[in-house]
């Protein structure tokens, strides 16, 4: 009997030692296969015009976060040359202007030529024609709510670029700038949105209750195994 109960006791202990892989498994999986959505905090859609780059840098716009980070910004651009090469920029978040401290910087994102008009002439020509491109950090970024940032925005290489602007003062919170100042007027706004990314409610609710189903499982197996015994000494399944 005792050798039975030492038996049973190591595979509770190896039951909970599966389960907690089982745990670490899914919370690895979480990060890599669930679902994620945006919760977009400040944003500013409407496209009135389309800035050169690298030749109207510094360029950037002011925000105030209602959240305490961000995870992401997206801006509103076009292929603004006939080259073919492609082209590369990235941002940057600074504290409340262009000489605060910066806080956050994104990978480089690169451009495929024509990435905004995949399709037939007027790539490099037509500046209505633009589109989203996501710039994500690696780590979220802290913020405080409440407190102005500056999202930069810096040509890194190969085509010139066009980058999208509002000029009717859309945003109420901040002001967009190029020509390293406030743009043509205080009513110039960069098109952007920012937030923080989180995995989808059921992709989290699904994959808790399966890790749970699992574990379950183990525990109520390893329950019949542990103590009723049959008159043959086997255990009772
Ligand atoms: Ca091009
Ligand atoms: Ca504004």
Known sequence: MTAVIVRSSSRVVATFVRAAWVVALGAGLSRTVAAESDIVDQFQSDVDVVVGMPVREPMGQTFIPSLSSVDFVELQMFDASHDSNGGSVFVRIREESMSGDVVGTSPIVFLEDCFQFPAGPGCGMIATVVAPVRFGFIDSVPLTAGQSYL????????????????????????????????????????????????????SVALLAAGVLAAVGGRWRRCRVESFPASATGKPIR
């Open 151 to 202: 999202i930069e925005v810096i040509h890194a290489g190969g085509d010139l670029l066009g980058v999208a602007f509002g000029l009717r003062n859309q945003y109420m919170k901040g002001a967009g700038f190029y020509d390293g100042s406030e743009g043509f007027s205080a009513g110039v706004d960069l098109t952007f949105r920012e937030g923080v990314i989180v995995p989808e409610p059921t």
